[in-house]
Nanobody, 121 residues
Framework: QVQLVESGGGLVQAGGSLRLSCAAS????????MGWFRQAPGKEREFVAA????????YYAGSVKGRFTIARDNAKNTVYLQMNSLKPEDTAVYYC??????????????WGQGTQVTVSS
């Protein structure tokens, strides 16, 4: 059974920073890509960032590129999302996921429960 547990969400003012973590268990973490997605109220879930199994390749949505950084520590079975220069429109529930990777939901077969990020103006 694969488990993904996100942490690090919270309330922050616009311009601030947060670092999300996602701890994985139940499978060989280092063999799979990891991704972060988010879902704002009344909106569909959208791709945020992804990282290959080795960490050698990263991908970002245009709306977060240059502000967010995805990284992974395979020794700790953890993936991170460093979020800087946060904007109110970044407010959402953030989910981590694991699978073959990519920008689409279909590339991920296991999901965490999500962590709330709220950015106040």
């Amino acid at each position: 059974q694969v488990q993904l547990v996100e942490s690090g969400g919270g309330l922050v003012q616009a311009g601030g920073s947060l670092r999300l973590s996602c701890a994985a268990s139940g499978r060989t973490f280092s063999s799979y890509s990891m991704g972060w997605f988010r879902q704002a109220p009344g909106k569909e879930r959208e791709f945020v960032a992804a990282i290959s199994w080795s960490g050698g390749s990263t991908y970002y949505a245009g709306s977060v590129k240059g502000r967010f950084t995805i990284a992974r520590d395979n020794a700790k079975n953890t993936v991170y999302l460093q979020m800087n220069s946060l904007k109110p429109e970044d407010t959402a529930v953030y989910y981590c996921a694991t699978g073959r990777g990519g920008r689409d939901f279909e590339g991920y077969n296991y999901w965490g429960q999500g962590t709330q990020v709220t950015v106040s103006s």
